[in-house]
C-alpha cells in the first residue's frame, strides 16, 4: 500500500515539474489586485488533498495561517523531510491560502471563507486609525446594526471564529519589540485591510490593537470580570477581555462582517473508530488526545508518526485549525468540562492552582516576534487559560490562543510568564489531524510576502502585551521592560543577565522588582532604557 505522505511529497514534486497545478496564491502587490476565485483556488488545492475534499462543499473553510517558513526550537530554519526532526510543521502544510478582493467601497472579500468585512477600523473617517476609533462592546454590537458600509444593512459583529479566520501567522509580535522601536508584521493582511497599532499619543500602548467580537466568555476572568473573546492582531493572540477597565468600559478596535452566517458551526460525526469528522471543515480529528504532555518538537512527531484508525497521514493542527474545534458554549467553571463538545474525550489535569481543570493543546504554528525569534509555539487553550497576578486565575479564557516555550522546563516559571504571568506548562498535549485541504509542502525560509511596519512608541509606554499587572508604564514602578523580562527567560532568581540597549550591553542579576511578580533582568548600573 503506498503511504499517504510519500504520495503527497510525490505529488508536490510533480507539481513543480509542471506535472499538476500549482498549489496557492501568490500575493498581490496592491489592494486593488485581481484575486484567483475561490473556486480557483480550491481546485488547485483539491489535485492532491489526501481527503478528496469538495472545497465548495464547505460551511466552514480553515483559511490557512500563511506561515510558510520553518523553525526550530529557536529560530528559522529550512523547512524538514519527512521524518527529520521538526517535520510536520505549520511550514510543511499548505491549505485554503488567503484570498481577498478589495471591492472600492469600504469592504473587503474573503475568497476563501466567503465572508464580506468592512476595510477600516476608522470609525471617525478622518483617514487616520486611533485611540478615538475604538467602541465599547455595546456600541459595537449596536454599531454593527445600524451600519450601511457599501450599501448593505446586514452587518454584524464578527464572532471569534468568523475574526480569527483573518489571522496570518507570517506575522511578528511587537511583545518583543526592544528600545521603544522596531519592524513588525501584523497578524492581518494590511493590503487589503487598514490597520494601525496602539494610539501612543492617546497613552496606550503599541500592543493595544484588540479586536472585538460578539463573543462572550461563558464563564469570567480575574475572579468575576464579564468577558469578551477579541483578537490582538499585534501580537497575533485570542484573548477573553474584561469588559471594564479601572472603573470605566474597555474599548476595542471594530471590523464588521456580513454573508458566511453557518460560518464557524462545526458538523462533527463520530466515526466509530476513534476519529471524529468535522463535515464543515472537511478535517478529521483523532477522538483522544495524547493523554499527557510533551514539548514541541515530540509534540509534531508524535502526530507524524501516528497510524491510528489504520491512517498514516496525521499531522499536528495549525493553531487556525486547532481553534476550530473550541466550543466556546462550554467552560470548566460552567459545563465541568473542556470548551470542546462532548464527542471528543479531554484528558483532565489538575492545574497550577491545584484545580481540575483541562490542558493548553499544542499546535503546529511557531509564534514568531519581531527580532526573528521563533522559541515560542501557538497554543489553544480547552481549560482555564491561567495566570499568576498575586495568586492563580483564569487571566484568558478556556479557548484563548497563547504562546509557550518550545522546550525548556515548567518548574522555570513558577509566577508564570509575561506582564499577566501566563502559566506556562512547555510540555502541552497533543490532539491529531488529518484531511481537509492540507497538501504537504517542502516549504522555504521566506518569513513573509507581506510588508512590515515601522513601530515607533512616541508615547514612552508599555510595549509588551495584555494589561500590566500593577498598573503604570515601563521602568515606572510597574510591568518591567519587556527587554528585562525576555533576558530572565529560562532563568532563575539570582541568575547573571545582560540586556543589550542602544547605549551598550547591561549585566545584571534576575530579580522581581518592587510592585512585580514579574522575574526580570536588574542591572546593576540601573534600568534599561524603554
Known sequence: MLKNKVFLLFAVLLAACGKLPAIGLTSPTSGA?????????????????????????????????????????NQLVACAGLGAAFAGQDGNYEGAMPAYRDNGDGSVSDLTTGLMWTKSADLNGDGAITASDKLNLA????????????????????????????????GTDVSACPNGSCSATPFIDTLYFDFAYGDTAAGERVIDSQFATSTKYVSTTMNGDETMFGVNFADGRIKGYGLSMRGSDKTFFVLYVRGGSNYGQNAFVNNGDS??????????????????????????????????????????????????????????????????????????????????????????????????????????????????MNNWVDVHGAGA???????????????????????????????????????????????SNRPSMTISDAGGTNLSGGQPATGGTSGAGGTPPQQAIDACVGLTQGAACTINTPNGILSGTCGTPPNSTQLACMPAGGPPSP
Open 33 to 73: 489586485a485581481a484575486s484567483p476565485t475561490a473556486a480557483e483556488s480550491a481546485q488547485a488545492v483539491e489535485s492532491v488533498s489526501p481527503a478528496s475534499v469538495e472545497s465548495n462543499s464547505l460551511t466552514y473553510r480553515i483559511v490557512d495561517t500563511d506561515q510558510i517558513a520553518c523553525y526550530d526550537n
Open 139 to 170: 456600541n459595537a454590537m449596536s454599531g454593527a446594526e445600524s451600519s450601511t458600509a457599501a450599501g448593505y444593512d446586514d452587518w454584524r459583529l464578527p464572532t471569534i471564529k468568523e475574526l480569527y479566520s483573518l489571522i496570518l501567522f507570517d
Open 275 to 388: 476519529t471524529i469528522s468535522d463535515n464543515a471543515t472537511g478535517l478529521v480529528w483523532s477522538q483522544a488526545d495524547s493523554g499527557s504532555g510533551m514539548n514541541w518538537e515530540s509534540a509534531l512527531a508524535y502526530c507524524e508518526g501516528s497510524s491510528a484508525a489504520g491512517f498514516d497521514d496525521w499531522r499536528l493542527p495549525n493553531a487556525k485549525e486547532l481553534q476550530s474545534i473550541v466550543d466556546y458554549s462550554r467552560s470548566p467553571a460552567t459545563s465541568n468540562s473542556a470548551a470542546i463538545d462532548p464527542i471528543f474525550s479531554a484528558t483532565s489535569i489538575t492545574n497550577e492552582g491545584g484545580q481540575v481543570d483541562y490542558p493548553f493543546y499544542w499546535s503546529s504554528t511557531t509564534h514568531a516576534d519581531s527580532s526573528g525569534s521563533g522559541s515560542f509555539a501557538a497554543y489553544v487553550s480547552f481549560g482555564k487559560a491561567l495566570g499568576y
Open 401 to 447: 490562543q497563547r504562546s509557550d516555550p518550545k522546550t525548556g522546563s515548567a518548574s522555570e516559571y513558577p509566577q508564570g510568564h509575561g506582564p499577566q504571568g501566563d502559566a506556562v506548562r512547555v510540555e502541552n498535549y497533543v490532539r491529531c489531524v488529518r484531511g481537509g485541504e492540507a497538501v504537504y509542502v517542502l516549504g522555504n525560509t521566506t518569513v
